[in-house]
């Protein structure tokens, strides 16, 4: 499964993920909090800064990143420029561009492991509560497995609808791809519950 | 138990898959993406609750740093883009959605899915769809609510196709709707 993870390893890839969160959440707040341009700008140059630190390759899979944003800059620029408040509309663009660089910027240098494992520790005080925390041990590994497996199984039925008729297939795809899922779903539950599952309460875990 | 499990998490592999597969564009001119229809299947086919926690385990894979959104987007950006709202708006969506099928009781479950489904995935989603983009965008909501507006054809087609892939399911796969009850009398066996 492709992860948004970059292969280009940084300084950054080492440092505790939950550091780097609360990292993150400091600065969003802390940009939500001022209206002084300079610090807005002062921001962004960091930002870049931080992308263009590990060399160019990671820059530009930073920048590539990035791209999905260009249309809402231009549609901010243009909403706020109609409606005559350019100054607040460069601020708040900048300011958007800034939190979506860093939080991709953290996403970037944090493996999946790391994440489920600050997930983990977050989650932990609901689990005491009596939530069912536990259960995502066995749902997130469940999703990362059967969403290639439906794609694929999309992909399939998509040959064969085009072996058989002319016209596109669209959404009727979609039926026998729930059923599918609907039955896979009966499989699972039942190989999870036949391998005594992890999903009893919490106390029953070794 | 088990079960709920596996289908949580097949129906968020579902939502992932439906955003990311190009043969299932609903073309009509510009190609729209079914990531939303499968929000709104997750809440009309598994109901309220389960559905709302296939949509939260989607959005927390999201956040993790899958690529799972349409288009191949993902990670901790997305929560603070515009879009936010509707990204965060999926589990109450399906929640909604589910909410509606296990309440409104109608005889045809084709209906009460499709019915569902603009109620939760339209109504309740585009408000805080809306309410996302007016906080990042620093404008009124009902502007942010004029700009989003233009998706609002696509997303009633959605509906429309929610209710019918339901009707089908139901006759298929009763079972696999706990909301709907068969009414009572001679099964109709009808195709």
Redesign the interface.
Same mark, same amino acid.
């Given at each position: 499964m492709i992860s948004l993870t970059s292969p280009v390893k940084t300084r950054a890839h080492h440092w505790p993920a939950g550091l780097k969160l609360a990292g993150l959440c400091l600065a969003s707040t802390g940009l939500f909090l001022t209206g002084s341009m300079v610090v807005h700008v002062t921001a962004l140059l960091l930002v870049l800064a931080l992308y263009a630190a590990p060399g160019t390759a990671f820059f530009r899979a930073g920048m590539c990143g990035m791209r999905v944003v260009v249309p809402f800059v231009l549609i901010l620029l243009v909403w706020h420029g109609v409606t005559g408040d350019w100054q607040s509309g460069v601020l708040i663009t900048l300011r958007m561009v800034t939190l979506i660089g860093l939080a991709n910027l953290v996403t970037m240098t944090t493996g999946l492991e790391d994440l489920v494992e600050v997930l983990q520790h977050l989650t932990a005080p609901l689990g005491r509560l009596g939530l069912p925390v536990h259960l995502l041990d066995t749902a997130i590994p469940l999703v990362i497995r059967f969403t290639p497996v439906i794609v694929e199984r999309a992909g399939t039925l998509a040959e064969a609808w085009r072996a058989r008729s002319c016209r596109r297939p669209g959404w009727r795809l979609i039926l026998p791809l729930t059923l599918q899922a609907l039955d896979d779903a009966d499989h699972v539950g039942e190989a999870l519950r036949a391998r005594g599952g992890p999903l009893g309460s919490p106390q029953q875990e070794p | 138990?088990?079960?709920?499990?596996?289908?949580?998490?097949?129906?968020?592999?579902?939502i992932?898959?439906?955003g990311?597969?190009p043969?299932?564009?609903? !073309?009509f001119g510009v190609p729209i993406t079914?990531q939303t229809?499968g929000v709104m299947?997750a809440g009309a086919?598994l109901g309220a609750r389960r559905g709302a926690a296939a949509a939260g385990? $989607?959005l927390?894979?999201v956040?993790? !740093?899958?690529?799972?959104l349409a =288009?191949g987007?993902? =990670?901790? !950006?997305? $929560?603070?883009?515009?879009t936010a709202g509707f990204a965060l708006g999926f589990p109450v969506a399906a929640f909604a959605t589910g909410l509606f099928v296990e309440h409104v009781r109608l005889h045809s479950a084709g209906l009460a899915a499709g019915l569902g489904a603009v109620f939760g995935g339209i109504l309740v989603l585009y408000l805080l769809g809306a309410s996302g983009l007016a906080l990042?965008?620093?404008?009124s909501l009902i502007?942010a609510f004029r700009?989003v507006a233009v998706f609002i054809p696509g997303d009633l087609l959605k509906a429309a196709?929610t209710g019918m892939?339901v009707q089908?399911?139901a006759r298929?796969?009763p079972q696999?709707l706990a909301w709907h009850r068969v009414p009572a009398g001679p099964r109709d066996f009808r195709l």
């Amino acid at each position: 499964m492709i992860s948004l993870t970059s292969p280009v390893k940084t300084r950054a890839h080492h440092w505790p993920a939950g550091l780097k969160l609360a990292g993150l959440c400091l600065a969003s707040t802390g940009l939500f909090l001022t209206g002084s341009m300079v610090v807005h700008v002062t921001a962004l140059l960091l930002v870049l800064a931080l992308y263009a630190a590990p060399g160019t390759a990671f820059f530009r899979a930073g920048m590539c990143g990035m791209r999905v944003v260009v249309p809402f800059v231009l549609i901010l620029l243009v909403w706020h420029g109609v409606t005559g408040d350019w100054q607040s509309g460069v601020l708040i663009t900048l300011r958007m561009v800034t939190l979506i660089g860093l939080a991709n910027l953290v996403t970037m240098t944090t493996g999946l492991e790391d994440l489920v494992e600050v997930l983990q520790h977050l989650t932990a005080p609901l689990g005491r509560l009596g939530l069912p925390v536990h259960l995502l041990d066995t749902a997130i590994p469940l999703v990362i497995r059967f969403t290639p497996v439906i794609v694929e199984r999309a992909g399939t039925l998509a040959e064969a609808w085009r072996a058989r008729s002319c016209r596109r297939p669209g959404w009727r795809l979609i039926l026998p791809l729930t059923l599918q899922a609907l039955d896979d779903a009966d499989h699972v539950g039942e190989a999870l519950r036949a391998r005594g599952g992890p999903l009893g309460s919490p106390q029953q875990e070794p | 138990m088990e079960r709920n499990i596996a289908q949580i998490a097949l129906f968020a592999a579902m939502i992932a898959a439906l955003g990311l597969v190009p043969q299932i564009t609903l !073309g009509f001119g510009v190609p729209i993406t079914a990531q939303t229809l499968g929000v709104m299947l997750a809440g009309a086919v598994l109901g309220a609750r389960r559905g709302a926690a296939a949509a939260g385990l $989607f959005l927390l894979l999201v956040a993790l !740093g899958l690529p799972l959104l349409a =288009g191949g987007r993902g =990670g901790l !950006g997305v $929560f603070v883009s515009p879009t936010a709202g509707f990204a965060l708006g999926f589990p109450v969506a399906a929640f909604a959605t589910g909410l509606f099928v296990e309440h409104v009781r109608l005889h045809s479950a084709g209906l009460a899915a499709g019915l569902g489904a603009v109620f939760g995935g339209i109504l309740v989603l585009y408000l805080l769809g809306a309410s996302g983009l007016a906080l990042v965008s620093g404008k009124s909501l009902i502007e942010a609510f004029r700009l989003v507006a233009v998706f609002i054809p696509g997303d009633l087609l959605k509906a429309a196709i929610t209710g019918m892939l339901v009707q089908a399911l139901a006759r298929v796969r009763p079972q696999m709707l706990a909301w709907h009850r068969v009414p009572a009398g001679p099964r109709d066996f009808r195709l």
